[in-house]
């Protein structure tokens, strides 16, 4: 079965860094888009960056360009994102997604994470 698996959640102070991890498994990986999105309590769920995972090209929302990267790891079917300079709008549960189109949208994504929180205070 098809899953993903996000880790690397945690609480930081503004300016700080995380990495998240999205270890994927029960499906041919190159074959799929992997997003990262995010979600506040009371708001909507949103883009953060994609990854196509067969040419490593990258795309990202205007709101973590140049502070966020997404890379991956093809060796371990595994995407991260590398969050720097963490702001407290950054704080949201992220979810990683797979999907066979890429899109900064979430509609477009069939199979979800369990999602890890991130909290960055002031």
């Known amino acids: 079965q098809v899953q993903l698996v996000e880790s690397g959640g945690d609480s930081v102070q503004a300016g700080g860094s995380l990495r998240l991890s999205c270890a994927t498994s029960?499906?041919?990986?190159?074959?799929?888009?992997i997003g990262w999105f995010r979600q506040a309590p009371g708001k909507d769920r949103e883009g953060v960056a994609y990854?196509?995972?067969?040419?490593?090209?990258?795309y990202y929302a205007d709101s973590v360009k140049g502070r966020f990267t997404i890379a991956q790891d093809n060796a371990k079917n595994t995407v991260f994102l590398q969050m720097n300079i963490l702001k407290p709008d950054d704080t949201a549960v992220y979810y990683c997604?797979?999907?066979?189109?890429?899109?900064?949208?979430?509609?477009?994504?069939?199979?979800w994470g369990q999602g890890t929180q991130v909290t960055v205070s002031s």
């Open positions: 997604a797979a999907g066979k189109y890429g899109s900064l949208a979430y509609r477009p994504y069939s199979y």
């Open positions: 029960g499906y041919t990986y190159s074959n799929y888009y």
């Open positions: 990854i196509r995972t067969g040419d490593n090209s990258t």
